[in-house]
């Protein structure tokens, strides 16, 4: 057997085994230390193929690989659904950096199309798994002979006959001894369905497995190896008279941002009839999506614009630097109103995070000033991913639900209303804030917030070690060294309401 085909072969059979892995740890819910150890145990197999083989990597596997073991250890450290989901994402985001990576070009030189790719090759590879695998390279021994080939047709054709005989024939001798009926009964009780179930759940995870091992140990070809869009062959004015009007429809309502939104609160209540913190509310959603969709915009104009004449490259960057501009203001005025916004009903985690996903822009639209305005749009899609990387990263640092819980409690002390329902139906991660401030709320909340709890982060009688979550074990641990103080409120509480 050649390199090869041992390298094919210990593919498989590690796909094999993590998918059989998969199932068994990755079968309970919520997800914990059980999708942190599955990845890590992906990750190990694909460098012990790669070093046993001396297939030659590229110098960025080695953050990348980290990046992965960060976003995966996500799951283990914060509880917070929403957190998670993102946790997810920025996984996918790594691979499929990974993916480009394995093709030898430097991640500065990853364009937005080639990230696009990058996804594409990433599941495609997960879809294909095992059926791309590269059969006529897979040689286990020499062919079998003909005498061999015939005695396994016999074989298979005597167990074809055999086991309608032994159906009738063993029902029979089941009618006629009970004893004999219960031995065979029991012999044979087993859970089809939840065979199929774990046998299903197993192969589809060596599936994916050995589909991104193909991909990453570049045994096969990706799916897209490259990935180009035919340029319409736009002019400067084609672009350039969108732009013009864009930036004369900015200016105007930054104008008006000055004038309202940066001036007196009585001014807006005479002009439009709504209170500060209403007309701050209606606005801050419709303005980070005309940020979000003004970048993809410039981008799409730049790229129009290739192979153009270098006054006309100088004309949409003066045109994309005013807009940006007035972005930048647009952008302002939208972290202004969610500061009356969040001042005026408390912060969520909508609220959350979306405004870090206005920072994430933010630096997204200095960055594309520095990268795609000087001539180098080529760095600025790595830049964007990292900058995006970033935010989630420092999201995991910040504990975005215990923040939630905090500033809201902190409205509460100050005498604004408190949302106990909304509280308690964050996740485990807040509970460790909340408890300890429960007293100082007025009875009704006190006793709605420590009920919830209760019913919400009562320690389990048992525990599945694959769900372990440090979010939750920390909650269970607080909930049980405070539970007599929290029945107490609850029973206190609901005596002062009778």
Same mark, same amino acid.
């Given at each position: 057997?050649?390199?090869?085909?041992?390298?094919?072969?210990?593919?498989?059979?590690?796909?094999?085994?993590?998918?059989?892995?998969?199932?068994?740890?990755?079968?309970?819910?919520?997800?914990?230390?059980?999708?942190?150890?599955?990845?890590?145990?992906?990750?190990?197999?694909?460098?012990?193929?790669?070093?046993?083989?001396?297939?030659?990597?590229? /110098?960025?596997?080695?953050?990348?690989? !980290?990046?992965?073991?960060?976003?995966?250890?996500?799951?283990?450290?914060? +509880?917070?659904?929403?957190? $998670?989901?993102?946790?997810?994402?920025?996984?996918?985001?790594?691979?499929?950096?990974?993916?480009?990576?394995?093709?030898?070009?430097?991640?500065?030189?990853? !364009?937005?199309?080639?990230?696009?790719?990058?996804?594409?090759?990433?599941?495609?590879?997960? @879809?294909?798994?095992?059926?791309?695998?590269?059969?006529?390279?897979?040689?286990?021994?020499?062919?079998?002979? #003909?005498?061999?080939?015939? /005695? @396994?047709?016999?074989?298979?054709?005597?167990?074809?006959?055999?086991? *309608?005989?032994?159906?009738?024939?063993?029902?029979?001798?089941?009618?006629?001894?009970?004893?004999?009926?219960?031995?065979?009964?029991?012999?044979?009780?087993?859970?089809?369905?939840?065979?199929?179930?774990?046998?299903?759940?197993?192969?589809?995870?060596?599936?994916?497995?050995?589909?991104?091992?193909?991909?990453?140990?570049?045994?096969?070809?990706?799916?897209?190896?490259?990935?180009?869009?035919?340029?319409?062959?736009?002019?400067?004015?084609?672009? @350039?008279?969108?732009?013009?009007?864009?930036?004369?429809?900015?200016?105007?309502?930054? @104008?008006?941002?000055?004038?309202?939104?940066? !001036?007196?609160?009585?001014?807006?209540?005479?002009?439009?009839?709504?209170?500060?913190?209403?007309?701050?509310?209606?606005?801050?959603?419709?303005?980070?999506?005309?940020?979000?969709?003004?970048? #993809?915009?410039?981008?799409?104009?730049?790229?129009?614009?290739?192979?153009?004449?270098?006054?006309?490259? $100088?004309?949409?960057?003066?045109?994309?630097?005013?807009?940006?501009?007035?972005?930048?203001?647009?952008?302002?005025?939208?972290?202004?109103?969610?500061?009356?916004?969040?001042?005026?009903?408390?912060?969520?985690?909508?609220?959350?995070?979306?405004?870090?996903?206005?920072?994430?822009?933010?630096?997204?639209?200095?960055?594309?000033? +520095?990268?795609?305005?000087?001539?180098?749009?080529?760095?600025?899609?790595?830049?964007?991913?990292?900058?995006?990387?970033?935010?989630?990263?420092?999201?995991?640092?910040?504990?975005?639900?215990?923040?939630?819980?905090?500033?809201?409690?902190?409205?509460?002390?100050?005498?604004?209303?408190?949302?106990?329902?909304?509280?308690?139906?964050?996740?485990?991660?807040?509970?460790?804030?909340?408890?300890?401030?429960?007293?100082?709320?007025?009875?009704?909340?006190?006793?709605?917030?420590?009920? /919830?709890?209760?019913?919400?982060?009562? *320690?389990?009688?048992?525990?599945?070690?694959?769900?372990?979550?440090?979010?939750?074990?920390?909650?269970?641990?607080?909930?049980?060294?405070?539970?007599?103080?929290?029945?107490?409120?609850?029973?206190?509480?609901?005596?002062?309401?009778?």
């Amino acid at each position: 057997m050649n390199g090869k085909s041992r390298l094919l072969v210990e593919t498989m059979v590690a796909g094999i085994l993590l998918g059989l892995l998969g199932d068994a740890l990755l079968r309970a819910v919520p997800w914990g230390v059980n999708l942190t150890l599955w990845t890590l145990l992906v990750v190990t197999s694909v460098v012990v193929l790669a070093v046993r083989h001396n297939l030659q990597w590229p /110098r960025s596997a080695g953050w990348i690989i !980290g990046l992965l073991a960060v976003f995966a250890g996500g799951f283990v450290w914060r +509880a917070s659904p929403a957190l $998670q989901l993102l946790d997810m994402m920025a996984v996918v985001v790594v691979i499929t950096a990974w993916s480009l990576s394995v093709e030898g070009a430097g991640a500065l030189s990853w !364009g937005v199309l080639d990230y696009a790719r990058g996804l594409l090759n990433s599941a495609g590879a997960a @879809a294909a798994g095992a059926a791309t695998l590269p059969k006529q390279d897979v040689r286990l021994t020499k062919a079998p002979s #003909p005498v061999a080939v015939k /005695r @396994a047709r016999s074989l298979a054709l005597g167990l074809v006959m055999a086991f *309608p005989l032994l159906f009738v024939f063993g029902g029979l001798l089941m009618a006629a001894d009970a004893v004999f009926d219960r031995m065979v009964t029991t012999a044979f009780d087993i859970d089809f369905a939840n065979l199929f179930s774990h046998a299903a759940l197993a192969a589809f995870f060596a599936w994916i497995v050995i589909g991104f091992f193909l991909l990453v140990l570049r045994i096969n070809r990706p799916l897209a190896s490259s990935l180009k869009i035919e340029q319409p062959g736009f002019g400067i004015l084609e672009v @350039a008279v969108p732009l013009v009007l864009l930036n004369l429809l900015f200016l105007v309502f930054v @104008a008006v941002q000055v004038r309202y939104l940066f !001036g007196d609160a009585s001014l807006v209540q005479e002009t439009v009839d709504l209170t500060y913190s209403e007309y701050a509310r209606r606005g801050f959603f419709e303005l980070v999506t005309v940020a979000a969709l003004a970048l #993809p915009l410039l981008l799409s104009a730049d790229w129009l614009l290739a192979g153009a004449d270098r006054r006309a490259v $100088q004309t949409y960057r003066i045109l994309a630097s005013v807009l940006l501009v007035l972005l930048l203001v647009i952008m302002a005025s939208a972290v202004k109103r969610m500061v009356l916004y969040q001042s005026a009903y408390g912060l969520t985690e909508q609220r959350l995070y979306t405004t870090s996903f206005m920072v994430w822009l933010g630096v997204v639209l200095v960055w594309f000033a +520095a990268t795609v305005l000087r001539g180098q749009r080529q760095s600025f899609a790595t830049g964007a991913a990292a900058a995006g990387l970033l935010v989630i990263a420092s999201l995991n640092v910040l504990n975005p639900d215990a923040l939630i819980a905090k500033v809201n409690l902190e409205r509460a002390l100050a005498g604004e209303e408190f949302d106990a329902a909304y509280a308690t139906s964050l996740s485990a991660d807040a509970v460790p804030v909340l408890i300890p401030a429960l007293s100082d709320l007025d009875p009704d909340d006190r006793c709605a917030a420590a009920a /919830r709890i209760l019913d919400r982060w009562s *320690p389990p009688t048992e525990t599945d070690w694959r769900n372990w979550n440090h979010g939750r074990s920390r909650a269970w641990q607080v909930v049980r060294q405070e539970f007599d103080r929290l029945e107490d409120m609850r029973c206190e509480a609901g005596n002062a309401v009778e």
